[in-house]
C-alpha cells in the first residue's frame, strides 16, 4: 500500500493552486508544487520565472526536469512509501505542455526526459482545471513572470495540450470547468475526486 498521488494542472490563473492547496487539507496529505518543493527546487524556480534571465528552451526542460527529480526522490516518493497521500500543484504533464506542445520540443523527448526525472512515477490522477484563455489573462494581479508574459496563442497552445492529454487518458484524468465561483469549482473537484476515490476502492475489493 502507499498513499495516493494527485496532481493538479492547468494553465496559468486557472485557480489550480487553491483548489490544490484546499483537497490537500481536507485529507491530510503532504502539499507540494512544481517548479520547487525542496531547497534546490526553490532555486530552479526563481531562475525559471524570472523574466529577466536569458534561458534555451532545451536548458527551461532541463532545469525543470532537475526540479521534479529532486521533489520526486526527497519528497514524493518517501511520503507515498510512508502511505502518506501527496498533492502537487503541477508535475510531469506541465512539461510536456509547456516546453512540449507550447514551446515546440518534441513530446516524446520531453516525456521521457520527465519519465527518467521521476524513475517511472506518474500521479493516479490529475486534476485540470480548465479555462478559457482570455478568462485566465482577466483573472491575473501580479507582475507576470517568464511562463505569463508569452503571448496569448502560447496560453492556447498550453489548453489544448492539457485537453488532449486528458483525452488520451480518461481513466487517469479528470477535467474540471473553472470557470464561475470559487463554490462552484470546489464542489465540481471534490465530486470528482469522490468519485475517483470510489473506483479506486471499488476496484481494490472486487
Ligand atoms: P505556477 O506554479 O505559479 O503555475 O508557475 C509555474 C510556471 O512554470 C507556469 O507558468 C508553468 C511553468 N512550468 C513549465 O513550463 N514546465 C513545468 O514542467 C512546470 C512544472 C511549470
Known amino acids: 500500500m502507499t498513499g495516493l498521488f494527485i496532481a493538479f494542472e492547468g494553465g496559468d490563473a486557472c485557480g489550480k493552486t487553491t483548489q490544490a492547496r484546499r483537497i490537500s487539507e481536507l485529507l491530510g496529505a503532504v502539499f507540494t508544487r512544481e517548479p520547487g518543493g525542496t531547497e534546490v527546487g526553490e532555486s530552479l524556480r526563481e531562475l525559471l520565472l524570472d523574466a529577466e534571465t536569458p534561458l534555451g528552451f532545451r536548458t527551461e526542460a532541463l532545469l525543470m526536469a532537475a526540479s521534479r527529480a529532486q521533489l520526486v526522490e526527497e519528497v514524493i516518493r518517501p511520503n507515498l512509501e510512508s502511505e502518506l497521500h501527496v498533492v502537487s500543484d503541477r508535475f510531469l504533464a506541465s512539461s510536456i505542455v509547456y516546453q512540449g506542445y507550447a514551446t515546440g520540443l518534441p513530446l516524446n523527448e520531453v516525456r521521457d526526459l520527465s519519465i527518467f526525472a521521476t524513475n517511472g512515477l506518474l500521479p493516479d490522477?490529475?486534476?485540470l482545471i480548465d479555462l478559457?484563455?482570455?478568462?485566465a489573462m482577466r483573472r491575473r494581479t501580479?507582475?507576470?513572470d517568464r511562463f505569463e508574459s508569452e503571448a496569448s496563442a502560447f496560453h492556447e497552445k498550453v489548453r489544448e495540450g492539457y485537453l488532449e492529454l486528458a483525452e488520451t487518458a480518461p481513466e487517469k484524468w479528470v477535467v474540471?470547468?473553472?470557470s464561475g465561483s470559487l463554490e462552484q469549482v470546489s464542489s465540481r473537484v471534490d465530486d470528482?475526486?469522490?468519485n475517483h476515490l470510489k473506483l479506486v476502492l471499488g476496484n481494490s475489493s472486487s
Open 125 to 127: 490522477l490529475t486534476i
Open 132 to 135: 478559457p484563455v482570455d478568462l
Open 142 to 144: 501580479e507582475m507576470p
Open 176 to 178: 474540471i470547468d473553472g
Open 192 to 194: 470528482a475526486i469522490m
